[in-house]
């Protein structure tokens, strides 16, 4: 989709007004999931969610819509499942951990921690900084990091 676009001018001082047209459209969300067989291509499935702020209409996927999805992968690839979640907070609900409990036989979910720098390469790189680095070379050879 490309963005509306409008034009204005105002007498100085003032704060120009724009009227957009086609704006109130609505707010899309996707989510989707990579899923690896062994020994087959690699698969996107993925769901979209269109928000467009009418009464009683849900902003963002709801934990139905993730339940689904998982049912739906696990239909399309015919092969037990195995389920990584952040925290989101729609992943946490009470209704879902339920739902992971009664489908124990083809479904495994693994919830990532909080904060995991190990799982951050970025977040490793801080000790080897320029400002963690000596001012002379190391004395031998085998005190010096090996990068």
Same mark, same amino acid.
């Given at each position: ?6 034009? %204005? /001018? ?16 609505g ?23 269109v ?8 902003? =963002?996927?709801? /934990? ?11 239909h ?11 925290? &989101? ?5 009470? $209704? &879902?951990?339920?739902?992971?409990? $009664?489908?124990?036989? /083809? ?8 904060? #995991? ?13 320029? #400002? #963690?680095?000596? %001012?002379?070379?190391?004395?031998? =050879? %085998? ?5």
């Open positions: 989709m490309r963005p509306p676009k409008g034009h %204005t /001018w105002a007498p100085r001082g003032r704060t120009p007004q724009v009227r957009v047209r086609g704006a109130n459209r707010r899309f969300s996707v989510t989707e999931l990579v899923c690896r067989k062994s020994g087959e291509r690699s698969r996107l499935i993925y769901r979209l969610h928000y467009r702020g009418r009464r009683g209409e849900a902003k =963002s996927f709801t /934990w139905q819509d993730y339940r689904d999805l998982i049912v739906v992968a696990h399309q690839l015919q092969a037990p499942v195995v389920w990584v979640w952040d925290n &989101l907070n729609v992943h946490l609900v009470d $209704e &879902l951990a339920l739902f992971f409990v $009664e489908n124990e036989e /083809w479904l495994t979910v693994f919830q990532l921690p909080s904060y #995991a720098p190990e799982l951050n390469p970025q977040e490793g790189t801080g000790r080897w900084s320029s #400002a #963690a680095w000596p %001012t002379s070379p190391p004395p031998t =050879s %085998t005190t010096w990091p090996a990068l």
